[in-house]
């Protein structure tokens, strides 16, 4: 069972870990580190309040034999209430947590928070083309691929196409 939350104070050094970790930077378009400082003032800054940050983080907590353990977190961003959509992101930090149904159901409670609460429309993800784990995750979460970007990635190999997959919600 999983239950999503606001990011605390307490998050610190998990999410400076997983900010830091550059093999998941090519999925989060991330190209320098942060810093303990950066990462502070992003938790002062309410990470919950999308309608100010256009963008919401929620910690994705794992709960088995009465103990609770953070796997990872769920990103709504490029939020635009005035046509009720945004993107969403996942990370499932340890990949012994992977494929044991956790990023689904943090993909479900997203979706019913993202209609209920907010009164979203839509969301979408990008993906690489090349992260088929991934694409069939938000293909399993009912996400249907709208278009293909030819050469949207630059990678160490060359470039990579890149998915748009999207559900309407609501």
Same mark, same amino acid.
């Given at each position: ?36 400082? &950066? *990462?502070?003032?992003? #938790? @002062? +800054? ?75 429309? &839509? *969301?979408?993800?990008? #993906? @690489? +083309? ?41």
């Amino acid at each position: 069972m999983i239950t999503l939350r606001a990011v605390e104070p307490e998050d610190l050094t998990l999410l400076y870990m997983w900010e830091n970790n550059r093999s998941v930077w090519s999925v989060s378009n991330t190209l320098t580190p942060f810093s303990r400082a &950066q *990462l502070m003032e992003y #938790i @002062a +800054a309410d990470p919950s309040n999308i309608f100010v940050n256009r963008q919401l983080r929620m910690m994705i907590d794992a709960q088995a034999d009465q103990r609770v353990q953070t796997i990872g977190a769920i990103d709504l961003f490029d939020f635009d209430p005035i046509h009720a959509r945004a993107g969403l992101g996942i990370l499932i930090a340890s990949e012994t947590d992977r494929q044991q149904g956790f990023a689904s159901e943090a993909i479900r409670q997203m979706l019913n928070y993202s209609r209920d609460v907010l009164f979203l429309h &839509q *969301l979408y993800c990008n #993906i @690489a +083309a090349s992260n088929i784990a991934s694409i069939r995750l938000f293909e399993k979460a009912g996400f249907t691929a709208s278009g293909v970007k030819k050469e949207w990635l630059k990678t160490t190999d060359g470039w990579e196409d890149e998915w748009l997959l999207q559900k309407i919600i609501g």
